[in-house]
């Protein structure tokens, strides 16, 4: 729970020094915010947005580096291939490091990014109940 809580603190300065985040829709991005993450964050999915739509929508912002924090389920692997592919042709590095590391640590408990959120409360409540301390864990509303 430690090694993600940290994960997500380093996510948070990395979009707050600027770097935006790519999400696939709106309840991904609450997640986030529920989880303190507060930067620019950018669509992969809303409205009829096609791919090439998102990767122009990011090269119009003009990052250097845009984080990937698509779902973890197989479409969301495949949207997140494709996406970084195509964003990298641009000249924009794709950074999916933060994606690689939930992904590998919440293993098939989470499928998408709305999940994180009730996975960390759950494991919040497994850890106080287990021994009868409250974890260090904070969540900002």
Do not use: C
Request: glycine share 8%; proline share 2%.
């Amino acid at each position: 729970m430690e090694q993600i809580q940290q994960i997500l603190e380093q996510l948070a300065e990395e979009n707050k020094s600027g770097k935006p985040i790519l999400v696939e829709g709106r309840k991904d991005a609450e997640a986030l915010k529920t989880l303190g993450i507060n930067g620019k964050i950018i669509f992969a999915k809303k409205g009829l947005k096609t791919r090439l739509d998102v990767v122009s929508e990011i090269e119009k912002s003009s990052p250097n580096e845009i984080i990937l924090m698509l779902d973890f389920d197989k479409e969301g692997r495949e949207l997140t291939e494709h996406l970084k592919i195509h964003i990298e042709k641009t000249g924009i590095k794709a950074n999916i490091h933060y994606w690689l590391k939930l992904s590998s640590l919440t293993g098939r408990e989470v499928k998408d990014v709305e999940g994180l959120a009730k996975y960390l409360e759950t494991l919040k409540i497994k850890s106080t109940s287990s021994n009868g301390i409250p974890s260090r864990m904070s969540f900002s509303q």
